[in-house]
């Protein structure tokens, strides 16, 4: 088959720093699938980015303006010459069927798609209709606005992220859907890192209100007074950085709170392997892939009590989920770990056990047989 995904961001190069989910499912996806098809993606130009890479036998083709690595919903202007000049390139390439793999890459794959007369599927990291607004604030408007517009088109076969996102879809569309998660790349986890010497907490996330890393960090100050060399390293990025590390400041706890982003793919793994707990409170998630990410490095973990990550976790197995507003709460789970032993130890077992459950190669199968079935069902 000849497949073109549209990602709105992917990486550069082989050091592979990716700003989120959407990222990672495109690229292990592409690197599975490019063994038996041809793969092109599309996405945004970056900073210092080729117009054109190859890399783990596919092909990037960078379209647009030149923008910052990190996704901004107000960036507005930008992203509408990058649709428009993303589907005209579109129109111009080989394929057999199209992904999209956000509210963007939606509007770019369907666009396409119609314009080649060729199956199109919408790949569903989750569902913010009504919630645009209250998630990323007044600006959020065009991504309500362009969210309708993708459903009101739809698509050949939709693939949630989780069945908490493919219920939210069953509510709007009467297209057929699977649910396809995330899962791990083994080859990435094989290698052990000595633990660091500080008890230390990680957390990977945007920088955002819906993340909550406030309660966090709250958290994090109350265990700090009982554990006083614990660390806390926060990666991301995101419009709440400046305010949480303001707060972090008058909490008195800044010296044990580090801030990194855009980490190159090994180092990222190093840090989380090197690293005791994997933290995250976030109040919106449509699946959670550092949750299990970490896992897989054996990190128990302390996260919200949301339904997405029930349902990734299988109800808790290999940490701990809380209510999300509750510092104290995390505090008392994250202390239970790093000074209860077996507690810590069996916790870590059952998160490497969890992980087994999400499998990048059979997650491009049950993929690719999507693909086959949607241009089968095109050609009779």
């Not at 923008?67 to 589907?87: G, H, M, P, Q, W």
């Not at 607004?133 to 989780?162: A, C, H, M, Q």
Request: aromatic residues 10%.
């Amino acid at each position: 088959m000849k497949i073109l995904l549209v990602s709105e961001f992917f990486p550069t190069g082989k050091d592979l720093r990716f700003s989120g989910g959407v990222e990672a499912r495109t690229f292990f996806l592409a690197k599975h699938l490019a063994k038996r098809h041809k793969i092109t993606i599309i996405c945004t130009k970056l900073k210092g980015s080729k117009v054109k890479e190859t890399m783990f036998g596919f092909t990037v083709c960078r379209i647009g303006p030149e923008r910052r690595y990190e996704a901004t919903v107000s960036d507005i202007i930008n992203r509408l010459r990058f649709i428009k000049e993303a589907v005209k390139f579109g129109q111009t390439l080989d394929i057999d069927i199209v992904d999209g793999g956000n509210f963007i890459a939606h509007f770019i794959a369907k666009s396409i798609a119609q314009g080649k007369k060729v199956s199109c599927v919408g790949w569903y990291p989750d569902v913010w209709i009504g919630s645009w607004i209250k998630n990323t604030g007044v600006w959020g408007i065009f991504g309500e606005i362009l969210e309708r517009i993708n459903l009101f088109r739809g698509f050949d076969f939709y693939i949630p992220i989780s069945k908490v996102v493919a219920k939210k879809l069953k509510k709007r569309v009467a297209a057929k859907l699977k649910v396809i998660p995330c899962g791990i790349d083994w080859q990435e986890f094989k290698s052990s890192e000595k633990k660091f010497k500080e008890p230390t907490i990680v957390c990977i996330s945007r920088l955002a209100k819906y993340k909550n890393l406030r309660t966090l960090i709250f958290a994090f100050a109350h265990l700090s007074v009982k554990i006083k060399n614990a660390r806390l390293i926060i990666i991301g990025s995101g419009p709440e950085h400046s305010s949480l590390e303001s707060l972090a400041k008058a909490l008195k706890i800044s010296p044990k709170v580090k801030f990194l982003s855009n980490l190159p793919r090994k180092q990222l793994i190093s840090l989380i392997k090197s690293s005791h707990i994997f933290t995250s409170p976030s109040l919106v998630e449509g699946f959670g892939i550092a949750t299990i990410e970490s896992a897989a490095c054996g990190l128990p973990y302390v996260i919200s009590d949301i339904a997405v990550h029930r349902e990734i976790t299988r109800g808790g197995q290999g940490g701990f989920l809380l209510d999300p507003y509750d510092a104290l709460s995390f505090s008392d789970r994250l202390f239970n770990l790093l000074k209860n032993e077996t507690l810590y130890k069996e916790k870590s077992r059952q998160a490497q056990a969890l992980t087994k459950n999400y499998n990048w190669e059979q997650i491009s199968t049950e993929t690719e047989s999507i693909y086959f079935k949607c241009i089968s069902d095109t050609l009779i």
